[in-house]
């Protein structure tokens, strides 16, 4: 499967954005999507994942409340939410997929099978 993240952007604390991905490939509503970011100097973190039918989700506890993942099976592309950004969110925001089923917040600190290309999201303050 082939993914390609767009929407990122320079905004303000406390502006939302609304990132996508969209996928190709294999049938995109049998995988796992996430989102994970990367801050210049720190390891990759999980942000959120939605299960294939959009039924589930996790979340980080760093974006709970804040953050919503979502997805459209018929466009093949899944999305990302992010509404009260504050400059800690600032970083390389990936779209990534995975077999299921979905898994707890933790497991995917091991990442995810597919991974594509990074957009950036700044957040000033």
């Known amino acids: 499967v082939q993914l390609q993240a767009s929407g990122g952007g320079l905004v303000q604390a406390g502006d939302s954005l609304r990132l996508s991905c969209a996928a190709s490939?294999?049938?995109?509503?049998?995988?796992?999507m996430g989102w994970f970011r990367q801050a210049p100097g720190k390891e990759r973190e999980f942000v959120a994942a939605i299960s294939g039918s959009a039924s589930a989700t996790a979340y980080a506890d760093s974006v709970k409340g804040r953050f919503s993942i979502s997805r459209d099976n018929a466009r093949n592309t899944v999305y990302l939410q992010m509404n009260s950004l504050k400059p800690e969110d600032t970083a390389v925001y990936y779209c990534?997929?995975?077999?299921?089923?979905?898994?707890?917040?933790?497991?995917?600190?091991?990442?995810?099978?597919?991974w594509g290309k990074g957009t950036q999201v700044t957040v000033s303050s």
């Open positions: 990534a997929a995975d077999s299921p089923p979905i898994r707890s917040s933790s497991w995917y600190s091991r990442g995810m099978n597919y």
């Open positions: 490939g294999r049938i995109f509503s049998v995988y796992v």
